[in-house]
Each structure stands twice: as structure tokens, then as C-alpha cells.
């Protein structure tokens, strides 16, 4: 039984050891605005948000646009690979093409996130949703 114990012990130990320390978090903040521009009649909304990560770190964003237009969900994302990072905030307007039907004047669902990295292990995600007003 001694023996097991030991077995047991000396496993946790190592196994402990092996697996990497959680990541340190990085400064990050995201804020939608309260209103967006529909463009093309509707096809397409530009998010204006504010970006914040920490200098020299990588930042992507994420937004999802998504509204009831009539019964009917209109619903449209947008990946944005990088934005600036210089520790200070920034406006990224975010052009979102709805992927079934147009958006309309009117209140619609919004979420944002962004992702940051700084080498060597240092990460985090923020994310805001809120309703935002579609005006042209």
C-alpha cells in the first residue's frame, strides 16, 4: 500500500512540474459604441468600437451584429486580425456584411471580443454585448 502511495505521489509530483503555469493576463479593454452606420442599403453596418491592449502586444477583434428584421434574424461577423496595441485607446470601425438579410434602421444585438497576446505567455480576452442603434 506504502508503496501505491508513494507511486502516487511521485506521479503528482512530476505531473505538476510538466504542465505549464497558467498565463499571466495582459491589459485589454473593448467598448461598443451606442449607434452604428448601415451602408448598401443595409447590407452592411459599421461598428465603431474602442479598442485598448497593453504596447507591444498583438490584438485581434471579433464582431457579431445580429437583429430581428421582421421575424427574420439578419446576422453578419466580422474578424479583424490586428489592431493597434500601443497601450492607449484606439477607434477601429468594423465593417460587418450581413450574411442573410439586410439590416434595418432600428435596434439590434451586438457583441465584440478581443484577443491579446504579449510574448512570451502573457494573454487575454475581453468581450462587451450590448444593443446598439442601426441608423443610416
Not at 505538476?16 to 495582459?26: F, H, I, K, N, S
Not at 443595409?42 to 507591444?56: E, L, S
Request: neutral net charge.
Amino acid at each position: 500500500m506504502r508503496a501505491i502511495s508513494a507511486i502516487v505521489l511521485a506521479a503528482t509530483a512530476i505531473l505538476a512540474t510538466a504542465l505549464p503555469a497558467a498565463a499571466a493576463q495582459v491589459d485589454a479593454a473593448v467598448a461598443l459604441q451606442p449607434q452604428a452606420r448601415l451602408e448598401a442599403r443595409g447590407v452592411a453596418v459599421v461598428v465603431p468600437t474602442r479598442v485598448m491592449c497593453a504596447n507591444g502586444a498583438t490584438g485581434s477583434l471579433w464582431v457579431q451584429v445580429t437583429q430581428n428584421v421582421r421575424g427574420e434574424l439578419a446576422v453578419g461577423d466580422k474578424y479583424t486580425p490586428s489592431v493597434p496595441c500601443t497601450g492607449d485607446y484606439h477607434k477601429v470601425d468594423v465593417t460587418v456584411v450581413s450574411r442573410t438579410k439586410a439590416f434595418r434602421q432600428g435596434v439590434a444585438f451586438t457583441s465584440a471580443s478581443l484577443n491579446v497576446f504579449l510574448a512570451p505567455d502573457s494573454s487575454n480576452a475581453v468581450e462587451e454585448d450590448r444593443e446598439m442603434m442601426l441608423v443610416r
